[in-house]
């Protein structure tokens, strides 16, 4: 069993900042990709960024400059870093890995998403 946690969201200015946090736990033999996606109410959910196991990073051009995605020395650990929010950065956001698990039928690759924060911006 997997398991991603997310922690960090809450109720924040425009202009201000935040920092997700989503820590994976459980038989973990290793985790590739891991990605924060989000989604607003009444939107799809879309991809906000991405970082390989070897530090390789992507963005959606709506955060460019803004967010800094990065990841702990043991890699189990993705965080999200959020300056200059605004309004339309409101969603829940949801952590996602590509991890590589040990189960009694032998080694499997799953994909495995968190329960998801709220960020909201409001003044």
């Known amino acids: 069993q997997v398991q991603l946690v997310e922690s960090g969201g809450g109720l924040v200015q425009p202009g201000g900042s935040l920092r997700l946090s989503c820590a994976a736990s459980g038989s973990i033999l290793r985790i590739d990709d891991m990605a924060w996606y989000r989604q607003a109410p009444g939107k799809e959910r879309e991809l906000v960024a991405t970082?390989?196991?070897?530090?390789?990073?992507t963005y959606a051009d709506s955060v460019k400059g803004r967010f800094t995605i990065s990841r702990d020395n043991a890699k189990t650990t993705v965080y999200l870093q959020m300056n200059s929010l605004k309004p339309e950065d409101t969603a829940v956001y949801h952590c996602?890995?590509?991890?590589?698990?040990?189960?009694?039928?032998?080694?499997?690759?799953?994909?495995?998403w968190g329960q998801g924060t709220l960020v909201t911006v409001s003044s």
């Open positions: 996602n890995a590509n991890v590589v698990t040990v189960t009694s039928l032998g080694i499997r690759h799953l994909e495995v």
């Open positions: 970082i390989s196991s070897g530090g390789r990073t």
